[in-house]
């Protein structure tokens, strides 16, 4: 499904500031300190360099402060300052150019999930939480369940926040486990609402950008319109109450904290990689190699579902040459 044209907007308190994606942050910025910075930009390099390091010299401590950084932090939910520069935006070698530049998918990437569970031959269980991987004495690994159960398998891949795949890895591959260890996370309180359309006076928005505030962004689902209905997610910085958190929702949106109706909520573990990020990834590929043992997720190569796609593509080439089927 397309999506309607992406519509960014900066938080003043609690209302909406004036104008949109580049001319919203255009009004922010000091001019005069932009002037200043800005000629760096063709000898800028982004290797070996912080988000806060290179976006805060090509226009300024006081720009970046006020505005760049808010927006930079707004896209991963916690504070990129301190992530590697050349992790959050990247360039793509290709793409596909049979499909739209952006779109969403009918269902939204839920509906992804549940065809896959679908297809013939995968048993999907949820619920069914793995506490250990531990090697047979056939070299396979034995994944053992919460419940007590074992489950035997040649191959075994982790798509697991950094933290769970340092306990998990910890029996089967200490030296990966130690790498995964080192990767910083950060949590985020996710809250999300449906309301009638009528009542919700804010213009169409899918981003929302807050200045100083408790949370990092709002998300709207405006991109896929509804007569009838708008959706709004909140992604909170962790530490700050519930009723907090409800009362700040309910002064951005307008309504009465009792009118919100039923509320989503979510804490998400999320990595937070650092300046040298690489090379932890290069520790941890070297302690998996020649083993049928994959490791995957949004801790490698980029935050992007690309950067999953493409990383998970690769660990599956790997171990696909290499794995043995169980007995």
């Avoid at 709002?218 to 709004?232: E, G, N």
């Avoid at 109450?241 to 949106?253: D, F, H, K, V, Y």
Wanted: with cysteine.
């Amino acid at each position: 499904m397309p999506r309607a044209p992406t519509r960014l907007r900066f938080l003043d308190g609690d209302r909406l500031a004036p104008g949109t994606n580049l001319g919203a942050l255009l009004r922010q910025l000091d001019w005069f300190e932009a002037a200043w910075h800005l000629p760096r930009l063709p000898f800028s390099s982004k290797a070996g360099r912080s988000i806060a390091e290179y976006y805060g010299a090509l226009v300024g401590a006081g720009n970046y402060a006020r505005a760049l950084g808010p927006m930079l932090s707004a896209v991963p939910s916690q504070s990129a300052d301190a992530m590697p520069a050349d992790m959050l935006f990247k360039s793509r070698a290709s793409r596909r150019t049979d499909l739209p530049r952006s779109f969403t998918l009918d269902g939204g990437l839920h509906a992804a999930a549940g065809l896959l569970a679908a297809e013939p031959g995968l048993e999907v269980r949820t619920g069914a939480e793995a506490v250990a991987i531990e090697p047979d004495e056939a070299g396979r690994a034995r994944v053992r369940l919460a419940s007590g159960e074992t489950i035997v398998a040649s191959t075994v891949a982790l798509a697991t926040p950094p933290s769970t795949s340092a306990r998990l890895l910890g029996s089967i591959a200490p030296d990966a486990a130690r790498a995964a260890a080192r990767v910083r996370e950060a949590g985020v309180d996710s809250m999300a609402v449906v309301l009638p359309a009528s009542r919700v006076s804010w213009p169409v928005t899918m981003f929302a950008v807050p200045k100083r505030d408790i949370l990092y962004s709002v998300v709207t689902r405006d991109s896929v319109p509804d007569p009838a209905s708008r959706a709004f997610t909140v992604h909170f910085a962790p530490g700050h109450p519930r009723e907090t958190r409800l009362t700040r929702m309910a002064r951005l949106l307008g309504v009465p904290v009792a009118e919100l109706g039923p509320v989503w909520e979510r804490h998400a573990i999320l990595p937070s990689p650092e300046v040298g990020h690489e090379r932890i990834v290069r520790d941890l590929d070297a302690a998996i190699a020649g083993r049928p043992l994959a490791v995957v997720g949004n801790w490698f190569d980029g935050l992007a579902i690309e950067d999953c796609v493409q990383r998970a593509g690769r660990e599956w080439a790997r171990v696909r040459a290499i794995a043995r089927p169980a007995r």
